[in-house]
């Protein structure tokens, strides 16, 4: 077996624009390209470029396909509407969290799931398993699409001057068929920066004449091409779940107070159902540790698995910590026990190498745009 990361389409191009390259998920992916704090501060100003043609798109069509998605999954798919998308999740017979999703309704009887780098082949394994006795059929896609985001305030914009597509009317988690420099294209107005934008969906092949469109569109305008390291600071910013850290085979939607994308309201069994059920029992009679934000007081770091203190007591777990560039401190996302969870509890602290260094809690998500 060849261990060798996977390329995008887009690959030879970020090597020409001096990218540093690191593999993500089994992918060789850019991780900057100059600076990650100008990345990441021209999407929350102006706009930004990704490559995201590592996720992985699964694709499920026939009669029943709607059936079998709302039984795979925890969401009410069938509620979904034809150029709609709906954020979900994929959890085991125990309710622990498989992965999260956006699934893209793309015609009657056609929908695409995508899911984590990560996950994808898990994701994929699991709904073919679940597809058995329903008429749909479950395709692998991967290959099948280049994706690209572009992301930030300008980005409507920009996109608007190479698209022949409704820009206006394309509402949040909604996606339509258009074409961008000339060649077909699912876009859709999702992301992961909290800022506005469009995911673009195109075969491989397009991949290269639509980056150096969009880039030319932009140039005026400031936009930049951006790596996953921007990408990893503005969705902690904006308080955005990522799998491995805040999502877990360890933890339910409830846990992760995500329990509002569980819809026990909807017709027939689905995997999960059970376990979750008791799961949404005890957040209700004992809160499980709280998802909360964290700011610095001082300079330090937090990084996944340090602990969190107070009264010389472990209370929590960071999850995910950084370097914000808009707030100009450190922050993190962390679980810590209901009694510690409220903005503005005292005393409590990170432990950074032997240091119990002060932080605040704060409620999610650090950053909102404004609308």
Request: net charge negative.
């Amino acid at each position: 077996m060849s261990t060798a990361p996977r390329l995008t389409a887009l690959d030879a191009l970020h090597r020409s624009l001096g990218a540093t390259m690191t593999d993500f998920a089994g992918w060789d992916m850019p991780l900057r390209y100059a600076s990650e704090r100008d990345e990441h501060n021209a999407v929350r100003t102006r706009a930004g470029l990704f490559d995201l043609s590592h996720m992985g798109e699964i694709t499920v069509t026939g009669p029943q396909a709607v059936d079998l998605l709302d039984y795979a999954l925890v969401g009410n798919i069938s509620t979904v509407g034809n150029g709609r998308a709906r954020y979900t999740m994929i959890c085991q017979e125990d309710g622990g969290i498989l992965d999260d999703l956006i699934v893209y309704r793309l015609g009657e009887t056609e929908y695409m799931v995508v899911a984590n780098a990560s996950n994808a082949q898990i994701v994929l394994d699991a709904l073919v398993a679940r597809s058995e006795g329903f008429d749909a059929e479950v395709r692998d896609d991967r290959d099948a699409y280049a994706l690209i985001a572009v992301q930030g305030p300008e980005s409507p914009g920009i996109l608007k001057s190479v698209t022949d597509a409704d820009l206006d009317g394309l509402k949040y988690y909604a996606g339509l068929p258009g074409t961008v420099a000339g060649v077909p294209a699912l876009i859709a107005r999702t992301g992961y920066t909290g800022e506005d934008g469009f995911e673009l969906f195109l075969k491989p092949e397009h991949a290269e004449g639509v980056w150096k469109a969009l880039t030319e569109a932009g140039a005026g305008v400031g936009l930049i091409p951006c790596g996953l390291s921007c990408r990893d600071t503005l969705r902690l910013e904006a308080g955005m779940p990522l799998y491995g850290h805040e999502l877990t085979t360890a933890l339910t939607p409830f846990d992760a107070g995500l329990g509002r994308v569980v819809k026990f309201e909807k017709p027939g069994d689905f995997v999960g159902r059970e376990a979750l059920e008791a799961a949404a029992g005890r957040a209700e009679t004992a809160p499980p540790r709280k998802l909360v934000g964290l700011v610095a007081e001082g300079r330090r770091v937090p990084r996944a698995g340090f602990q969190v203190v107070a009264g010389g007591e472990v209370v929590g777990e960071i999850t995910s910590g950084a370097p914000s560039p808009t707030l100009g401190k450190p922050i993190a996302m962390a679980y810590v026990d209901a009694a510690h969870a409220a903005p503005g509890t005292a005393g409590v602290g990170v432990d950074i190498r032997g240091t119990h260094e002060p932080y605040e809690v704060v409620a999610l998500p650090f950053y909102k745009r404004q609308k």
